[in-house]
Nanobody, 128 residues
């Protein structure tokens, strides 16, 4: 059974960094795109960074290009999101999700419809 568990969120000052982790169990990463989605307070979630772990293809939302880096460790079935130069507007809950599609399609399309294909999220607060 597919499970995704996020960790690494917290409180950070503007300009700071955080590294989020998403541990995936029950499936092999090679068969899925794994994506990170950001939900700001009062807004719908939005795909920020997605990766096809089989070929390392990545997609980034324009708002995070050059600041966020998505990577994977297949041996640990884990996907990471390195977040640098954080801004207050990056605050919110970050969810990881798995979908059998391309990285770009996953991020642009908003992620999978199935509830079981999402983690429970980790909260990031960027504030001084």
């Amino acid at each position: 059974q597919l499970q995704l568990v996020e960790s690494g969120g917290g409180l950070v000052q503007p300009g700071g960094s955080l590294r989020l982790s998403c541990v995936v169990s029950g499936v092999s990463l090679d068969h899925y795109a794994i994506g990170w989605f950001h939900q700001a307070p009062g807004k719908e979630h939005e795909g920020v960074s997605c990766i096809n772990t089989s070929d390392r293809t990545t997609y980034y939302h324009a708002s995070v290009k050059g600041r966020f880096t998505v990577s994977s460790d297949s041996a640990k079935n884990t996907v990471f999101l390195q977040m640098n130069s954080l801004k207050p507007e990056d605050s919110g809950v970050y969810y990881c999700a798995a979908e059998s599609t391309t990285a770009q399609a996953m991020c642009v399309g908003g992620g999978p419809y199935g509830v079981g294909q999402w983690g429970k999220g980790t909260r990031v607060t960027v504030s001084s």
